[in-house]
């Protein structure tokens, strides 16, 4: 009986370590923690700062998390396929 090699299939995330979609993704949560800094900091821990704004923090926050995760999970599992490819560890680098 032989064994079959298990492996990720990770073009439904990017096609590949070079998918322009990767740095647009990068773009993407540059400007997304940017827009943060500039909406929130500084202004939380204020009188007139209500319940529907923090709601706004956290789904802000939220979606910052599954847009990052969506990258880490394509680069750490790119990676650990097979950690001989630099291109792989480079990105998995970059996302850490």
């Known amino acids: 009986m032989t ?3 298990i492996a990720w299939v990770l073009t439904e995330i990017f096609s590949n370590h070079n998918d322009p979609k990767i740095t647009e993704a990068f773009d993407k949560l540059s400007k997304q923690a940017k827009d ?3 909406d929130y900091k500084g202004k939380i821990n204020v ?4 319940s529907q704004k923090l709601l ?3 789904k ?13 999970l394509y ?15 480079a990105l998995k680098n970059r996302v850490e």
């Open 56 to 58: 706004e923090v956290f």
């Open 36 to 38: 943060f800094i500039r």
């Open 60 to 72: 802000k926050d939220e979606d910052f998390g599954a847009d990052l995760g969506e990258i880490n």
């Open 3 to 5: 064994k079959k090699e």
């Open 75 to 89: 680069s750490n599992r790119l990676y650990s396929g097979n950690m001989t490819i630099p291109e792989s560890e």
């Open 47 to 50: 009188p007139d700062f209500t």
